[in-house]
């Protein structure tokens, strides 16, 4: 649920060169559903779990903002598949030079923003340097690589510095949307974009509706109206399901699965995810300093015993999930064991050590469960302090102390805390020491810098596998599980994204059929 880069107090959470050209307007999901002939007025409705605190895309941190508003209402030159390909969009193709400096694209012509003005070359480059000469905005970091942007005509070169093996990477994110200038909407309230929908309407603690474009530049979207419907609480979320008053339930609980699938309305669909169940731990607390200390935490507890009481995912024993560049299995490195564990605490002399772990109410209660009673098992009392996100951000997250270093990370506050983090690529907060993990390793930020600098997809995914194990190897964090995308839908729906859901919902193909 969290973004690389600060978090708002009120928010929550390499590719090759390609020649490729789409109509649709970037990727087609993958998706649930098989229903019959589309009904085109059809309304759907979504159950989403966090809403976010205002839609300016540029400056307000959160996941709940690139989940609905990227690919649905603002888009940029390229796009990126559920799989994590990345695929032309408002650019109908594009070339990257065999030194990775130049990247040229090719931008499509008739694309008009929802206000009605027409798409430049000239909105494009204004889109991108306002990111890059901006620290303010979101991601602008992403872009400081770039020496030159300019158009001539319909195709956009942009010449690095440098090679940067994320780059297109990073414009397929906030980074690389284009937004209209000059324009004067307020973008907390408003928004005005290129996508296949446009906002209707919100409802603050309530809901958000988009309707279709009708002046889309590509595939009309197959549904009139998609209704968000924000319901935080699981069972809250299921009840409204039963009753008809929902089309799709994301954010599922697997283990409501049979719940949900007994009156035969609903299907739960399993897809993949870059969602990381990660216990951080602060290292920057005495009894937190011993890298002893947290290889005994982390083999105190059983992997394979929380994935199978989540009824989804799978075990995750490093920062790097299997969809994203650099995975390797890492469960040699802690495997579960009790005996080790209570051998490692002996031996670091932490006897009797009682910690805090600092949770999001909104998890399931069964993750800091099995964390108590895996600790306990081993000697270590865990307390829970179970809180609202904005509380997390705050204590966890923002609340820090930079003493007389203001690039690292010091908070005495916390002990351990669960987050699940669900953006994709997201392996550099482990080279930013100001980062709320507060580590700091002057091997991994090299290994790291070289993965960028890498004009080879199979090199710069070497150097991020090599610089995610010494990560584990210094018991940095612990990776619970490698979390499901989980999707409860009626059988009248069709083309549901299945896939990383959390971090993006791409709904060019839903669809609804008619009753």
Known sequence: MLRRTALAAAALVVTGALLLTACSGGSEPESTGSAGAPDTDASVTIRLVLEPSNLDIRETAGAALDQILIDNVYQGLVARTPEQEIVPSLASDYEVSGDGLTYTFTLREGVTFHDGQELTPQDVVWSLNQVKDNAAYRDSARLAGISSIAADGQEITITLAQPDSSFLWNLSGRAGLVLKEGDTIDRKTKTNGTGPFTLASWKQGDSITFERNDDYWGDEAKVAEVVFDYIPDNQAALNAALAGEIDVVTGFVATLKDQIEAGGDFTVNFGKSTDKGTLAMNSTKPALSDERVRQAIRQAIDHDALVE?????????????????????????APYDPDAAKALLAEAGATNLSLTLTIYNGYPTIIPQILVSDLAAVGIELKVDSVEFPTWINDVYANKNPEENPTTYVNDGWDLSFVLHTEARDFENWTNPAYYFGYDNPEVQRLYKESLAATDEAKAADLLAQAARIVSEDMAADWLFNGASVVASTADIS???????????NLAELAKSKG
């Open 495 to 505: 083309g549901m994204p299945a896939d990383n859901v959390n971090e993006r919902l």
């Open 309 to 333: 009481a989540l009824e989804s995912g799978q075990t995750l024993y490093g920062p790097i999930p299997e969809l994203d560049p650099g995975y390797e299995d890492l469960s040699d490195v």
